[in-house]
């Protein structure tokens, strides 16, 4: 009898004591590792939805860029780290859904290694060149990707990036190898693209607004079936005539595996009110961003999208035949 009144006790004071931290969470700045360089579009979306988040917890979200192969060493960073809540990371399609078939020893699962928080913005993908690129519209670029292949360089962020996928997927539909150009981001890929240095980009357009409303950059189509209400004059991959290339890409928040749920649940609050508030919304929503309503809040649907997405990009990268190391 004592021992099982001890055991109780015990169990309650666990209880108690997990209720009493997360009620106190968080107690320090909470650091969210973007695993990509600054200025790219997942540390764009981390900053805006961030800096509302932090006013609701009443701490700084301090974001810490750890960049390399792809955005899967900031995520293994973020896996590992102390299970509190105060170390988060933003992980997208790349890390959390193209990853696990393009590295074979990757050091964490995305399905398994994580509490997750919910999901930031979707990200439509659209494709880019530099501003002199030849071809004046997407039929003309198909043309002209076909017969030049072998002299375009394409930019993206890494083995398993979103822009690299994504050009996966336009390359091996276009059946053709372009000569890949890796950065830490598309931030600094875009300053190249810009520049001239690099021909073309698969990119997420919250990246890519501002300089090609600004002509620094040529955009042929979006690859989501309407066209987007932040580049009303860019047309759709169907409109265009590549109506096979459609592919849309999203950035989301991930705890490490074990963080107390309270504390999840306060960090999917957090974040849950920062895509309410009017402001953060229209920062998103200029960029081209989307924006997740409802039932597409919130960890547990994370959770199971994170899964159907790991799903969906294994046969794709397995039938263009990329492994990453
Ligand atoms: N999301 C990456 C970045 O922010 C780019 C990518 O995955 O292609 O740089």
């Not at 590992?80 to 990853?99: F, K, L, S």
């Not at 890949?180 to 875009?190: H, I, K, N, S």
């Not at 357009?205 to 409303?213: A, D, P």
């Not at 590549?242 to 999917?268: E, H, M, R």
Request: with cysteine.
């Amino acid at each position: 009898m004592l021992k099982k009144t001890f055991v109780g006790a015990v169990a309650a004071l666990a209880l108690w004591a997990g209720g009493a931290f997360a009620q106190a969470f968080p107690t320090k700045p909470v650091t969210v590792i973007v695993p990509f360089a600054a200025g790219g579009p997942t540390d764009v979306i981390a900053r805006i939805v961030g800096e509302h988040m932090s006013k609701t917890l009443g701490q700084q979200l301090v974001i810490e860029n750890v960049v390399g192969a792809g955005g899967t060493t900031g995520i293994t960073r973020g896996a590992q780290a102390t299970a509190d809540g105060h170390t988060i990371m933003m992980g997208h399609m790349g890390t959390h859904g193209a990853a696990p078939a393009m590295y074979p020893n990757l050091k964490y699962d995305p399905t398994k290694d994580f509490a997750p928080i919910g999901l930031a913005a979707g990200t439509p993908i659209l494709i880019v060149a530099k501003k002199d690129f030849q071809p004046k519209d997407l039929k003309e670029f198909v043309a002209y990707v076909k017969a030049n292949a072998t002299k375009i360089n394409e930019a993206h962020a890494g083995i398993a990036s979103v822009s690299h996928t994504t050009c996966l997927m336009l390359q091996h539909q276009l059946g053709v190898k372009l000569t890949e150009v890796a950065y830490r981001g598309t931030g600094p890929a875009l300053n190249d693209l810009v520049g001239g240095q690099v021909d073309i980009m698969c990119d997420q357009i919250v990246n890519l607004v501002e300089q090609i409303k600004g002509g620094q950059i040529k955009a042929y189509a979006v690859a989501t079936p309407e066209r987007s209400p932040a580049l009303p004059d860019v047309p759709t991959t169907k409109e265009a005539g590549l109506p096979d290339y459609q592919v849309s890409a999203w950035n989301a928040l991930f705890a490490p595996k074990g963080t107390p749920a309270p504390v999840v649940a306060k960090l999917s609050d957090a974040l849950s009110k920062a895509l309410d508030d009017p402001a953060t919304r229209k920062r998103l929503l200029d960029l081209g961003g989307v924006i997740p309503e409802g039932q597409q809040r919130g960890g547990t649907y994370l959770g199971t999208f994170v899964a159907q997405e790991v799903a969906r990009w294994t046969p794709i990268i397995k039938a263009a035949g990329v492994v990453g190391q």
